[in-house]
């Protein structure tokens, strides 16, 4: 059967497992187009046998699994990592795992495969010995005594099946999702090259004692096991590619990790955002790609200079964390750090600050960061303008910042990027106009907006925001019962979600009724019937209880009373809902 043909097929039964998860005659054909891949897909295929059912598999993480296992194939001008998410976008492409956490640039950031095709995968995967599974699926495992090139722990009470004997020694890859303790010795794997141990507790610094011995090791993952150290044996790993130490513990890295020539990701953050401290010596670590999670202000200043050696380095997540009224050193090494960064490969940037520390420093970024796709601000501080540097930004696609004041300079320069797609602009409230208006030029791509500053509404003119498919948008009632047939949500062609935060401190009932059936009504109307959410914030609960009372009480007073009675009622309502309307007013 031609390619193509097949490739329309696989959509079909894709569709049709979303409706129908029990058809068994799906399987066959299913069965028929694994034999249909080529090589190099049919291979990365198989390693999802590795994880749960229902498991949300991270792109990221999954690509450098298959680096690590030497499934990528080199292709001229493109890096290993490129070639890799073409494996992943063509698996989806043909129907074989679902995708999931799509963004505005239309990449799928993770996946998840159904249970029919995991059941295909996983019998095929231990047909061909490709793993051992230990508990998590019906499928039957015989536990051999021969070559075991990849095992995954996913049942506790399985465990004593691989403790009699079973040989390890060729282990290439393991996964656990099982206690610590409960994990044969790792001196008992001596060619592994992915260990990943996410979410596995009852893990300490103990349990890597016996790391040194995994002299191929490639991709080592203890994110979300809490542990608190690393030892310095983390030094011996040669070949160590990817260090994911996301929600944990772990606050310094040993110093011996500077000598790890072929890092390229230092994964750290998450949950809890970076505390990490820069190690010196960092400047030598010339192969790394990304790094995320750094404590900048407790690290030295030195370190945190030798950050800018690294050439290499396309992804930066940062955290300043001083209190103080600001760190002189600090902010003049990370400027150095950044003009350097920004000259070579740097493509994302991301600053945390849960403080209220100034960090007007970035508006002096020099040279700008022409490759700049990403820049997110995470913080209680509001830049007091718009950075002058974004303007020539032709690359930027995520932008997500925090300003003082929006001026139409500042919209112009907003509007004027040619290649973003994703915006999350907080301004700091309250603006000198109530109304911030978009017109019907600019923004031509963008696909996302997020908006929120308390006392001001957006409002759409005809041809705005073309290409936008998700609006996220605050609405404070006060400020907005003026303006509420005239959002210009209509305007928005190509929407398809909206939701709105309704903040109602200090509205009445009457005025927060009023605006929200003016939103709902337009969205209803709209051409694309986009999904609408609407969230209320600020209610005054005894006040929408007596309302909820007084509407029950009136509805049982109507079915008796006469018409006069019914219309004495309603001027009573009126007369109510008046007062409560001045005496919030005022």
């Not at 200043?301 to 955290?319: F, R, T």
């Not at 910042?401 to 301004?427: K, V």
């Not at 509805?555 to 809902?577: C, P, Q, V, Y």
Request: hydrophobic share 35%.
């Amino acid at each position: 059967m031609l390619k193509e043909q097949w490739e329309k097929l696989l959509i079909s039964i894709g569709s049709a497992l979303e409706k129908n998860p029990d058809l068994e005659g799906m399987k066959q054909i299913l069965s028929l187009s694994y034999y249909d891949l080529p090589y190099h897909l049919k291979i990365c295929l198989l390693y999802l046998s590795l994880y749960p059912e229902d498991f949300k598999i991270d792109r990221d993480s999954l690509i450098q699994q298959w680096i690590a296992e030497g499934f990528v194939g080199v292709e001229r001008c493109l890096s290993l990592e490129d070639v890799a998410e073409g494996y992943f976008n063509e698996l989806i492409n043909r129907s074989m795992v679902q995708p999931m956490d799509i963004k505005s640039d239309g990449r799928a950031h993770a996946c998840r495969v159904h249970d029919v095709m995991l059941e295909l995968i996983v019998s095929k995967a231990i047909e061909d010995n490709f793993v051992t599974l230990i508990g998590g699926h019906p499928v039957p495992t015989s536990f051999v005594q021969g070559n075991v090139r990849r095992v995954s722990i996913q049942c506790d009470s399985e465990i004593p099946k691989i403790q009699g004997g079973m040989n390890l020694y060729h282990v290439r890859t393991l996964t656990s999702f099982v206690q610590a303790t409960l994990l044969p010795p790792l001196s008992e794997f001596r060619v592994l090259r992915v260990l990943n141990l996410e979410g596995c507790q009852g893990f300490s610094e103990n349990s890597l004692k016996e790391i040194s011995n995994l002299f191929q090791l490639k991709y080592l993952s203890l994110r979300r096991t809490w542990i608190s150290n690393l030892p310095p044996e983390i030094g011996d790993l040669q070949t160590l590619e990817t260090l994911d130490i996301r929600d944990t513990n772990i606050e310094e890295l040993p110093g011996t990790i500077t000598g790890l020539d072929q890092v390229k990701y230092i994964l750290s953050g998450g949950y809890a955002w970076g505390k990490l401290k820069v190690p010196d010596g960092i400047g030598s670590m010339t192969s790394l790609r990304a790094i995320s999670g750094l404590d900048i202000c407790r690290s030295s200043a030195s370190a945190v200079q030798e950050l800018g050696n690294l050439k290499s380095l396309m992804e930066l997540a940062i955290n300043w964390t001083d209190f103080t009224s600001g760190n002189v050193k600090h902010q003049e090494a990370m400027m150095t750090t950044l003009g350097k960064l920004g000259t070579s490969n740097l493509q994302s940037f991301a600053i945390c600050s849960r403080n209220l520390s100034s960090l007007e420093f970035l508006d002096s970024w020099s040279p700008p960061p022409n490759r700049l796709q990403k820049f997110r601000l995470s913080a209680y501080y509001f830049l007091p303008r718009v950075p002058r540097w974004m303007a020539p930004l032709c690359n930027l696609i995520d932008l997500n910042i925090n300003i003082a004041e929006l001026t139409d300079e500042e919209i112009l320069i907003l509007r004027e990027l040619p290649s973003l797609l994703y915006l999350d602009l907080w301004l700091k409230s309250p603006q000198k106009d109530d109304t911030i208006v978009i017109h019907g030029v600019g923004f031509p791509y963008l696909k996302e907006l997020l908006f929120s500053c308390e006392g001001t509404c957006l409002m759409f003119e005809p041809a705005a925001l073309p290409k936008l498919e998700r609006l996220y948008t605050t609405v404070h009632v006060i400020r907005a019962k003026a303006y509420s047939q005239q959002f210009g949500i209509e305007h928005l062609k190509s929407l398809k979600q909206i939701n709105i935060q309704v903040l109602c401190y200090g509205a009445s009932a009457y005025d927060i009724k009023h605006v929200e059936h003016a939103i709902s009504t337009t969205v209803r109307y709209h051409p694309n019937h986009p999904r609408m959410n609407i969230e209320k914030r600020g209610v005054d609960l005894n006040l929408e209880e007596r309302n909820k009372r007084e509407h029950s009480e009136n509805k049982n007073m109507e079915k008796h009373a006469s018409k006069e009675d019914i219309n004495h009622t309603n001027k009573k309502r009126r007369k109510l809902r008046i007062e409560e309307h001045h005496s919030s007013s005022a």
